[in-house]
Nanobody, 121 residues
Framework: QVQLVESGGGLVQPGGSLRLSCAAS????????MGWYRQAPGKQRELVAT???????NYADSVKGRFTISRDNAKNTVYLQMNSLKPEDTAVYYC???????????????WGQGTQVTVSS
């Protein structure tokens, strides 16, 4: 019983900004890497950004310099600050976390429900 709950999506004009949040809760012992992925209509899900437990980050080339991923380990929360948004950023954004549950033996990935980001004038 691990849940990732995303928030912060919405409609924004090109050039605007949004900040996505994702809080993990439930029977969690430890969280390794966390990340954001997105899927646009008719396209495959793609990696946007990841962040390790030590706060090392990785970004897709398409968002590098515009997006910033961060995390608050005490709150089991990962954020995605999105600036200079473009229409091609329009997608459902999904939060991901690699989690070891309480009394668990295996690490596994959990996913949020997704939050819609629409960039349009």
């Amino acid at each position: 019983q691990v849940q990732l709950v995303e928030s912060g999506g919405g409609l924004v004009q090109p050039g605007g900004s949004l900040r996505l949040s994702c809080a993990a809760s439930g029977s969690i012992f430890s969280i390794n890497a966390m990340g954001w992925y997105r899927q646009a209509p008719g396209k495959q899900r793609e990696l946007v950004a990841t962040i390790t437990s030590g706060s090392s980050t990785n970004y897709a080339d398409s968002v590098k310099g515009r997006f910033t991923i961060s995390r608050d380990n005490a709150k089991n929360t990962v954020y995605l600050q999105m600036n200079s948004l473009k229409p091609e950023d329009t997608a459902v954004y999904y939060c991901n976390a690699n989690v070891l549950r309480n009394n668990g033996r295996l690490w596994r990935d959990y996913w949020g429900q997704g939050t819609q980001v629409t960039v349009s004038s």
